[in-house]
């Protein structure tokens, strides 16, 4: 079982930026393939981000392209969403994820365990 915790998320106003961060727990957290998704209401979710299991590789959702950033620190267990030049479309509830057989995840079913999910809202 692999155990993940979402902190960071808040209430913040347009051009803004906010970090979120993801703990893992359960398995040796270089053996994962990490992402973040998130989903606003009434809409499917969708991929935000995704790292590879050494952090050498990274994807990211159209959307985000040029103003999100994920990172890795493996030492702590942990995954990274900066999410900069925030907009009111960004709005939603964030969610990790991790892929145990993936290491690169960027497709739903890649992905064997989710966070709670942290809410973002962004204000115009």
């Known amino acids: 079982q692999v155990q993940l915790v979402e902190f960071g998320g808040g209430l913040v106003q347009a051009g803004g930026s906010l970090r979120l961060s993801c703990a893992a727990s359960g398995r040796t957290f270089s053996t994962l393939g990490m992402g973040w998704w998130r989903q606003a209401p009434g809409k499917e979710r969708d991929i935000v981000a995704a790292i590879s299991r050494s952090g050498g590789s990274t994807y990211y959702g159209g959307s985000v392209k040029g103003r999100f950033t994920i990172s890795r620190d493996n030492a702590k267990n942990t995954v990274y969403l900066q999410m900069n030049s925030l907009k009111p479309d960004d709005t939603a509830v964030y969610y990790c994820?991790?892929?145990?057989?993936?290491?690169?995840?960027?497709?739903?079913?890649?992905?064997?365990?989710w966070g709670q999910g942290t809410q973002v809202t962004v204000s115009s």
């Open positions: 994820a991790a892929s145990l057989w993936k290491s690169l995840p960027t497709v739903f079913n890649e992905y064997d365990y």
